[in-house]
């Protein structure tokens, strides 16, 4: 079996548009919501996102590329490229060794409402032939293969929230059982649109807060909800003798992926969280590891059932003792919840709180819950030389995926 | 005044200079594929008002402004 590095990270997010700024932000505590730019929100309950900061496509993308494709893929070759240049893997691989798992909780959402749009006010002729090949889910992926001449497996994962650790996790399996020798990995999302706050906020699944600083509120007891985020995370996954023979940085080494099913309910995370404790354990499988020196960045999205059920699937997962040492933070208190993108990048937070021995805190924690009273690492950041880190991703479907990262 | 106005709509769709394009040149060559030429065949029925049936024989920005003039009659 091989091991596999990572050579080469990639983010686009509500904090920062690469990773120098997402990671600088993130330390610092730097609060990515706000009230909705997009759209005239006063018909909505919910009126706050975590919008991108001025990305302007046009700055790392071709126009004519820029017109023909949807947000969610803008944002997704924006962090790949950022990833591969960051590998220095271009052009020094095969095609048919490098392949692509790149997922989207939902795919092209705007042009779906855009194009329908027009088949109600202009009937069928006036839908765009680019409708399809801007909508669906796996475009994203498949324009990242044709970007790098990337011919190796490509597909894309859609997991809900989960979608871009599975699509990591997956691709973590490809190298390691002999698949390919690299892999570009990730998830991006562009949700920030009026139909998608009406669905998941009827889904309540949003928070009504209207305060910014009182919206995203992982593990602190007045959370009501998660804030809807956009944008991509990109991982260049490397086999390790790959790797070592062209001399590439190296982030980390995933060792451990778990992935499980609910198999309870849509939307409920199951409160025994029987399947989301193994998905943790399994990712641990076969690892030492001192738990006062291990990171988990949390699911973590705010809502009442998700951060009670996931403080119970740690506590299951790493026993009692060893989960009151562990050090826990959900980003998603400063980037807003990026569905799809999630993942990725909140693997990417993991990778480099392990390399630079520095762990993001969860911004805005003011009231404890005693159903959530593990170290969440609350409103500063905190230095500890880490051994381990987890991600832990779950999805509408009762889809649990759990990443592993240690230093090589 | 088709072709001008042919032109026009390709040179605002794929960025490029108007007065480099030609009766005789081929969508392939400027890199429009069959998608866009189905997008611009919308365009062009928008800006003269008319409908056109596309055919997979459009080649060249002559085959498309010989089909709309064949509509305008």
Known sequence: MNRVVITGIGALTPVGNDIKTFWENLVKGVNGIDNISYFDTSPFKNKLAAELKGFKPEDCLDKNFVRKNDAYTLYALAAAQEAMADSGLEGKIAGEDIGVYFGSGIGGFKTFCTEHEALLTGGARKVSPLFIPKMISNIAAGNIAIRFGARGPCFSVTTACASSSSCIGEAYRAIKHGYAKAMISGGSEAPIIPLAIAGFGNALALSPSQDKNAASLPFDKRRDGFVIGEGAGALILEEYEHALRRGAKIYAEICGYGSTCDAYHVTAPDPEAKATAKAISDSLAGLEFDASKTYVNAHGTGTKLNDKTETAAIRNAFGEDKAKLLHISSTKSMTGHMLGAAGAVEAIAAVLALKNGVIPPTINYLVPDEECDLDYTPNKAAKVDLELALSTSFGFGGHNACLAFRKV | ?73
């Open chain 2, 1 to 73: 005044m088709v072709f001008e106005k042919v032109s026009k709509i390709i040179a605002e769709k794929i960025n490029c200079d108007a007065s480099e394009l030609t009766a005789d040149t081929k969508f392939a060559d400027l890199g429009i594929d069959s998608l866009d030429v189905t997008e611009l065949v919308m365009n062009i029925e928008d800006e003269f008002s008319i409908e056109l049936e596309v055919d997979s024989s459009l080649a060249s920005i002559g085959d498309l402004v010989n089909l709309v003039e064949s509509k305008l009659k």
